[in-house]
Structures are given as structure tokens and as C-alpha cells.
């Protein structure tokens, strides 16, 4: 969906060093998430918020961390305490009432250098 | 905890034949079922949903059907082409309504010309 960005497409991260993904949404959804893709394997929640300042933890939340400041942003920071951060990340939003479908960003592939 | 069963994880089939993916989720209280597709490297879209006041929903070549009791749902598309070639993901909403949206696995169909 043209109204969720990404970015960057390709990241890579040294040994010992936070990292930042961007998304941001234009559609004026309150909900909005991350998850992680590993190569074959479904998409597993790492942090969502449905609200500005508020945010909870997926299922896989350690060795990351979320903001929300301002309803169209929802930075990701991987940080160094994740030791596996090699994967294809993605954000998505969607209306937070009566579980709305999630359009989805085109993603972020991390890579360790 | 929640979780959603996919199966099977791989299929093959002929163009112009029918194919059939099956979910089974975990929690009772789920009342959102989307269907997603996602080609080579990219977004998931969304191509099909079902609330649990429907037994069943249809859009042109694909089809949903939703079975409560069982606790089961499978995606049909018929006349398959070669374009319909992607790994398609189940999901099912959280009884939390969060918006929260557990995946499964994932199915790769490839459709062979």
C-alpha cells in the first residue's frame, strides 16, 4: 500500500550497534506494528501500538525497542542485546476498532555485517 | 497460547486446477480471519477476509470458509493461473481485541503453466 513507507529497503548492522528502521503511515490509522519475517516462517509480533505515547510488547520483543510519538510514526531500534537481528522486517497499520485488516510497508531486510 | 495451524506448508498444482489451503486456530474467542498473499521479497496484501458472523465469503476466484465449531478455516481459489504462485499466510484476531493478528506458517502454491 503506497500510503505505509518503509525505509531503508536493505539496513545492515555492525557488532555492538543500534539500528533504526522508519515507517510511516498516511492513512490516518491509529494501530500500528512490527513484526519479523524469517526466511519460510510466518510473521511473528514484536511490538504494536493503537494509540500515540502507548505501546505493548508482541511476542519476540526482546533486544528491541518502540516509539510512538506522533500517530503517523512508529520507529523500530534493534538494538546490540538482539543477537540474531538477520531478518525481513515489517510495519503495518490499521484501523484500531473491531479488528480492521493490516496493510502492510514493503519492508526492511536487516543484515549483520 | 493462541496459535494458528497452516496446512499444508508447500503445494503444487496444475493450472486451471483448484487449490485448497486449511487453518486451525487455538482461541475461540477469534472473530477476524484474514487471508494474505505475499510474492518474492515483498509486502503481504491482503486478498480476502471473514468475520465470525459468515460462514462463508467469496471474491471472484478465491473463497473463504469458516467452520466455528471446528475451529477451522481454508482459503479455495479455483481456475489457478501463474501468477497466483506466492506464499499465502492465514491469520486470526486475538480474542483481546487488539487488533492483534496471529499468523501461520505459510503456504508456498506454485502453479505450474
Known amino acids: 500500500d503506497g500510503g505505509i513507507t518503509q525505509s531503508p529497503k536493505y539496513l545492515f548492522r555492525k557488532e555492538g550497534q543500534n539500528v533504526t528502521l522508519s515507517c510511516e503511515q498516511n492513512?490516518?490509522?491509529?494501530?500500528m506494528y512490527w513484526y519479523r519475517q524469517d526466511p519460510g516462517q510466518g510473521l511473528r509480533l514484536i511490538y504494536y501500538?493503537?494509540?500515540?505515547?502507548?505501546?505493548q510488547k508482541g511476542d519476540i520483543a526482546e533486544g528491541y525497542s518502540v516509539s510512538r510519538e506522533k500517530k503517523e510514526s512508529f520507529p523500530l531500534t534493534v538494538t546490540s542485546a538482539q543477537k540474531n537481528p538477520t531478518a525481513f522486517y515489517l510495519c503495518?497499520?490499521?484501523?484500531?476498532?473491531?479488528?480492521?485488516?493490516?496493510?502492510f510497508g514493503d519492508g526492511t531486510r536487516l543484515s549483520i555485517l | 497460547g493462541e496459535n494458528v495451524e497452516q496446512h499444508p506448508s508447500t503445494l503444487s498444482v496444475q493450472e486451471g486446477d483448484s487449490a485448497v489451503i486449511k487453518c486451525t486456530y487455538s482461541d475461540s474467542a477469534s472473530n477476524y480471519f484474514p487471508w494474505y498473499k505475499q510474492e518474492l521479497g515483498k509486502r503481504p496484501q491482503l486478498i480476502i477476509d471473514i468475520r465470525s458472523n459468515v460462514g462463508e465469503k467469496k471474491d471472484q476466484r478465491i473463497a473463504v470458509t469458516l467452520n466455528k465449531t471446528a475451529k477451522h478455516f481454508s482459503l479455495h481459489i479455483t481456475e489457478t493461473q501463474p501468477e497466483d504462485s506466492a506464499v499465502y499466510f492465514c491469520a486470526a484476531a486475538g480474542s483481546s481485541n487488539t487488533g492483534k493478528l496471529i499468523f501461520g506458517q505459510g503456504t508456498t502454491l506454485q502453479v505450474k503453466p
Open positions: 492513512l490516518n490509522h491509529d494501530a
Open positions: 501500538s493503537q494509540i500515540v505515547n502507548d505501546f
Open positions: 503495518a497499520s490499521s484501523m484500531a476498532r473491531d479488528n480492521q485488516p493490516q496493510h
